[in-house]
């Protein structure tokens, strides 16, 4: 599976930005998928799991209430649409995919696959 994440860019503190993340190759172990962001200077966090039907979502406390994840299965796509955006949100965003159909998890290690990130700035 072959991941690729487009969508970020600079904005405005209380701004609005949709990342997008298409999967290629074995699209059918794109089972559980995932966000997950990193900052200079820190480690990587989890923002936002989603499993395969899009009937399971779970977020970090950090953007609970203003981002949403979504896929369409269709087109092969997870989306993260990311409302009420603050500086602290600045960071590289990856997404990530595991081959199983069970729960959501927010640890990067269980995913088994990677996009390459996409930088989403802040500015206050």
């Known amino acids: 599976v072959q991941l690729q994440a487009s969508g970020g860019g600079l904005v405005q503190a209380g701004g609005s930005l949709r990342l997008s993340c298409t999967a290629s190759g074995r699209t059918f172990s794109t089972g559980i998928m995932g966000w997950f962001r990193q900052a200079p200077g820190k480690e990587r966090e989890f923002v936002a799991g989603?499993?395969?039907?899009?009937?399971?979502?779970y977020y970090a406390d950090s953007v609970k209430g203003r981002f949403t994840i979504s896929r369409d299965n269709v087109k092969n796509t997870m989306y993260l649409q990311m409302d009420s955006l603050k500086p602290e949100d600045t960071a590289v965003y990856s997404c990530?995919?595991?081959?199983?159909?069970?729960?959501?998890?927010?640890?990067?290690?269980?995913?088994?696959?990677w996009g390459q990130g996409t930088l989403v700035t802040v500015s206050s």
């Open positions: 990530a995919a595991r081959p199983t159909y069970g729960s959501i998890t927010i640890r990067p290690g269980e995913y088994d696959y």
């Open positions: 989603i499993s395969w039907s899009g009937g399971s979502t």
